[in-house]
């Protein structure tokens, strides 16, 4: 089992950036892809961002591609989501997740572990 926690969420004005750390302990050993998903209220959770466990490898949905970096830290247990010109929108959770084995996918089903979530706020 693998425990994440988010950190770094807040409020920023629209353009601004904003960094989200993920640290992953327990049973990291050689485990799959980690993610960063959004949530805004009412709305289902959506696939946002996903490194391979090596870092080698990212990919981004189209609404944030060329804005948002996914990376993984020198310490392989930390990923960091680097957002700048942020959107103006409502309050939105930002969720990191791990698979258990396997490249990325945007199904949040296939990640075995999520972390609490960090709420974001980009203001106009």
């Known amino acids: 089992q693998v425990q994440l926690v988010e950190s770094g969420g807040g409020l920023v004005q629209a353009g601004g950036s904003l960094r989200l750390s993920c640290a992953a302990s327990?049973?990291?050993?050689?485990?799959?892809?980690m993610g960063w998903f959004r949530q805004a209220p009412g709305k289902e959770r959506e696939f946002v961002t996903a490194?391979?466990?090596?870092?080698?490898?990212?990919y981004y949905a189209d609404s944030v591609k060329g804005r948002f970096t996914i990376s993984r830290g020198n310490v392989k247990n930390m990923v960091y989501l680097q957002m700048n010109s942020m959107k103006a929108e409502n309050t939105v959770v930002y969720y990191c997740?791990?698979?258990?084995?396997?490249?990325?996918?945007?199904?949040?089903?296939?990640?075995?572990?999520w972390g609490q979530g960090t709420q974001v706020t980009v203001s106009s």
């Open positions: 997740a791990v698979r258990k084995l396997g490249y990325h996918t945007r199904d949040t089903g296939d990640y075995a572990s």
């Open positions: 327990g049973r990291t050993f050689n485990s799959g892809a």
């Open positions: 490194i391979t466990w090596s870092g080698t490898t990212t």
